[in-house]
């Protein structure tokens, strides 16, 4: 992955119009991501994901593409996206996966990760597909939300494969739960919402587990999976929470406060603040659950004040 490309909490989003060549390349942008979102097969939708992260970036050649995207059915926005995985129950209803002491159990850490990785790359399509002409974003949130979608992708074939290594069980053989696309559903209309609560909430708390589930891994005698969650996909999570957080005050900064971005660290009553904390206790059933891990956190941008006041649940008068 080219760091240069990679999501940054300090790098500003800027307001310049596209191109004519951008808005074209941003058609076809949207035409590929509705199409990933069509492909029932979770491996090949990684595949594709991988091929238009190239062709977006302009690494591409006709030697690395092998999928058509020759579809005709992708003028509407795609609200339910294809998947050939049908084991799908209701978030609480999932079984426990355990601590990871037997094979079984850690197959099953990997299969529930694996899971989640693919349902956030469709997370990141349709953003791109739902919300970015809609709301005329710039060029530079379709550059993050390509890079997220490559990154999420990237993680799902590698906790695939090395579930198959385990050989206990493959992708798609143990049941799952839809809880990431079920707030996707909730917040279609949203894009802050949509920010706030699947990358700054969901994706935050993610950060949060990590380190305990890679303990888990490194306890009872499997380093390889320790090593992969520690060192790829911990580390590019936290770009993925500071995308949610630098396009959230963007929004806000341009719909709201009719300028840039201030420089200014924020408070508990910067108006950006309090409007994300308005839309997270909307959106997101609960309080945040603490301990959090600050230190990755600020990696992403957010400072206590983003968050420690939504660890208590505020009642209705």
């Not at 940054?8 to 307001?15: I, S, V």
């Not at 053989?173 to 559903?185: M, S, Y």
């Not at 708390?205 to 520690?230: H, W």
């Not at 959230?248 to 009719?258: N, P, Q, T």
Request: negative net charge.
């Amino acid at each position: 992955m080219d760091d240069a490309r990679r999501p940054r909490a300090d790098r500003a989003p800027t307001a310049r119009a596209m191109t004519e060549d951008e808005a074209r390349r941003v058609r076809e942008l949207v035409h590929r991501a509705r199409c990933v979102m069509l492909e029932p097969s979770c491996a090949k939708k990684a595949v594709m994901t991988a091929e238009t992260h190239r062709w977006w970036f302009g690494d591409d050649d006709d030697a690395t593409t092998t999928t058509s995207y020759a579809r005709e059915d992708t003028e509407n926005v795609v609200d339910d996206p294809v998947r050939e995985i049908s084991r799908v129950v209701d978030p609480g209803q999932t079984r426990r996966i355990g601590n990871g002491g037997t094979a079984q159990s850690r197959s099953a850490i990997l299969h529930s990760l694996a899971s989640i990785e693919s349902w956030a790359m469709l997370l990141a399509w349709d953003a791109i597909q739902r919300f970015g002409v809609a709301r005329n974003m710039p060029k530079e949130f379709y550059d993050d939300f390509v890079e997220l979608a490559a990154d999420e992708g990237r993680h799902f074939a590698l906790l695939s494969r090395r579930l198959d290594e385990c050989g206990v069980v493959r992708f798609g053989e143990l049941e799952a739960h839809d809880g990431l696309w079920r707030t996707a559903k909730e917040t279609a209309h949203s894009l802050e919402a949509r920010l706030a609560v699947e990358h700054c909430v969901h994706e935050a708390r993610g950060l949060d587990v990590l380190p305990q589930t890679i303990g888990k891994f490194r306890r009872n005698g499997d380093e390889a999976s320790a090593t992969l969650l520690e060192t790829v996909i911990y580390p590019e999570e936290i770009t993925h929470c500071a995308s949610g957080l630098r396009w959230f005050k963007y929004l806000h900064a341009r719909e709201v406060d009719g300028g840039d971005v201030g420089e200014e660290p924020e408070t508990e009553e910067s108006g950006v603040v309090k409007a994300f904390h308005e839309i997270v206790r909307e959106y997101f059933h609960g309080a945040l659950k603490p301990p959090f891990n600050d230190e990755a956190r600020a990696k992403a941008g957010f400072t206590p004040v983003w968050y420690e006041p939504l660890a208590t649940k505020v009642h209705a008068q």
